[in-house]
């Protein structure tokens, strides 16, 4: 890391280092601190947190960073068919050839069958097994597996049930590696069912969040240097609350910050429509007949940060966890209470013009004028020079 000056603010960036982006690596020092010492420590290590935050960057940083480990890494979001796998070459990173061709022969020949957390992880321990040593298997984004995309339903068990079968198998073997580690942006793999499965079983969660107003400036300023954007920092900080995967479609113009913010009422109103049919079909006790007005008043508290205890707030933290499932927001544990974070802080703002307003739906909500309340939002935020 390296401590540098930008617009009197200071940063740490490795600028020796490329990001997907094409820019330096910026800030993480917490981050890699706690990842390191949670790989030292357990054998299944899950990186969740928000869609584009940095949580695959964060591990192939401190993967190519730190010396003696050897990393055999799946990058599950290239695969494009869940039938056959194209250009697996692509696909795969491993310390030696002959262990990557030996994996990929074996995956080619589940890839009929089964393409799953199990099937991989397996493959790869077996064809690891001859080398002995340190061995870390890093599956990024795990939740875009072909036997994971048949629905969101449908998925988050098959997932679950295989995070546990994997953690039961690493915590009896014998050998203290390899060690595991997974990314995914699901928040459903942090609600309380999978912390229950997957506890006394080596493994530990891990949220990471966009980067700071000061970092992400950096970050910003880099990237318009190298790349161009025509939007202002404020705007896309607002948007995307310091997630650095946002910035080639945010920055292509005004006019695609516009339509990204009318995609996203779209999604937050289907959302809510879908919570609301989940919670009177369960019929708790709770609700007899929940509103959508009512519903996106419950759902601003939790945008807004509040923090839930669930015995107390049985509603709203149902509310929550169903939220969590269509990644419009995530869990944050804190102590005895959790915290539901939205997934872009434009939902958040979603939510404040429309229950602000009394409208009955989300998509009343004018995208200009959520976009001008971003960006009254992000006025007091550092801005790049």
């Not at 089964?114 to 795990?142: K, M």
Request: hydrophobic share 40%; proline share 4%.
């Amino acid at each position: 890391m390296i401590m540098w000056m930008c617009s009197g603010m200071e940063v740490f960036v490795d600028p020796g280092y490329r990001t997907g982006l094409g820019t330096g690596f910026y800030d993480r020092v917490s981050e890699l601190s706690i990842l390191e010492r949670l790989v030292g420590g357990y054998k299944l290590v899950i990186i969740y947190g928000p869609r584009n935050a940095g949580k695959s960057e964060l591990v192939w940083y401190w993967a190519r960073r730190r010396a003696g480990v050897r990393l055999v890494a799946f990058r599950a979001d290239r695969i494009r068919s869940s039938k056959t796998l194209e250009g697996l070459e692509r696909l795969l990173e491993a310390p030696e050839e002959r262990v990557k061709d030996a994996i990929i022969s074996e995956l080619r020949r589940r890839a009929t069958e089964h393409l799953n957390l199990l099937s991989i992880a397996y493959t790869i321990y077996d064809a690891l097994l001859p080398l002995g040593g340190e061995t870390v298997i890093f599956i990024d984004e795990l939740h875009m597996l072909p036997d994971y995309a048949a629905g969101a339903r449908s998925r988050r068990g098959e997932v679950l049930a295989d995070l546990e079968a994997l953690a039961h198998w690493l915590a009896k073997n014998p050998r203290g590696y390899p060690r595991v580690v997974l990314t995914v942006s699901e928040g459903f793999v942090a609600g309380g069912e999978v912390l229950a499965r997957l506890h006394g079983y080596s493994t530990k969660l891990m949220l990471v969040e966009g980067l700071d107003p000061k970092h992400y400036s950096a970050l910003y300023n880099e990237y318009r240097g190298a790349r161009g954007c025509s939007v202002d920092y404020k705007v896309v900080y607002g948007v995307a609350g310091g997630a650095p995967g946002y910035l080639p479609q945010l920055c292509q113009g005004e006019n695609f910050v516009v339509d990204f913010i009318e995609e996203s009422k779209a999604t937050l109103e289907a959302s809510l429509e879908d919570v609301r049919e989940r919670l009177l079909l369960e019929g708790r006790g709770y609700v007899e007949d929940l509103k959508l007005p009512h519903l996106m008043k419950l759902a601003l508290r939790l945008a807004g940060g509040e923090a839930v205890k669930p015995l107390k707030e049985p509603l709203l933290y149902r509310v929550g966890l169903l939220l969590t499932e269509h990644n419009i927001v995530y869990p944050s544990y804190e102590g005895s209470h959790i915290r539901f974070k939205p997934q872009l802080p434009l939902y958040r703002v979603l939510l404040e013009v429309a229950v602000e307003r009394g409208y009955e739906s989300i998509l009343e909500v004018e995208a200009r004028d959520a976009l001008e309340r971003v960006s009254r939002a992000g006025s007091s935020l550092n801005s790049p020079t």
